[in-house]
């Protein structure tokens, strides 16, 4: 576990496309029971740890993810989040090249909860929930494009099935039309950078996450860095 930042209200991890943020049905050890260790172990504290669970990643998804250490800031951040007051930043690998290298697509997703999947449409349907994200192409390799997505609602695997919805499904994605899943089981998404106004101190707070320890993540982020 990668902590990225830490005060008295709330913790800031970098997760690994591997790990789930909350328990599931998969009986695997959840990133809030290893972050609850982390600080039992760190303040030694006697009894159960507090960690509030406010946002969620995909498991095959890397990036920031914030926990809160406290009840005040977990409600807080709960409500933040809902209301849109939390700024998203995610970087995603695609194979095919998007029609416009910069855009604002807007459907209509429909979660199927039988195969976790969302479907998307043009126009609006009963029961489905008005999707938006922005992108922009900000580097690009012989065989790849990585986009900056910035999300403006939060709907289930938004940017996978939007961007799928272009012809352009995330590396590795296989239940989005990627044709080939990645080696470690990963799709090519990952949560880069987080901004907001602290719910306690009402600092700004704004943390990025290292890409992963992979040779085409590595080389993307230096190119996108140097175009900075």
């Keep these: 576990m990668t902590i ?5 209200h709330i913790i800031i991890v970098n997760k690994a496309p591997s790990e789930i943020v909350q328990g599931d049905k998969t009986g695997d050890t959840p990133l809030s029971d290893i972050v609850k260790s982390y600080l039992k172990e760190k303040y030694n504290k006697p ?3 507090f960690c509030g669970v406010t946002h969620r990643l995909d498991r095959p998804t890397s990036g920031v993810v914030v926990f809160a250490k406290t009840s005040k800031a977990l409600s807080r951040l709960n409500d933040m989040f809902r209301n849109g007051e939390v700024g998203k930043t995610y970087w995603a690998i695609v194979k095919n090249q998007p029609p416009k290298d910069e ?10 909860e039988k195969n976790n999947k969302s479907v ?3 126009t609006e349907k009963p029961h489905a929930k008005k999707a938006v994200l922005h992108y922009k192409v900000i580097a690009r390799s012989d065989n790849y494009f990585l986009l900056e997505v910035q999300l403006e609602t939060g709907r289930h695997h938004q940017i996978r099935v939007q961007l799928s919805a272009i012809g352009c499904p995330v590396k590795g994605d296989l239940k989005y039309g990627s044709p080939r899943s990645n080696r470690d089981g990963s799709i090519s998404l990952h949560a880069r950078r987080i901004a907001f106004v602290h719910p306690v101190s009402q600092e700004n707070i704004a943390v990025t996450a290292p890409v992963p320890d992979d040779t085409l993540w590595k080389a993307f982020e230096k ?3 140097e175009e900075v």
């Design 223 to 225: 190119e996108a860095e």
């Design 4 to 8: 990225l930042y830490e005060d008295n």
């Design 103 to 112: 855009d604002t697509l807007t459907h209509y997703l429909v979660k199927n």
């Design 47 to 49: 009894g159960n740890v």
């Design 120 to 122: 998307f449409y043009d």
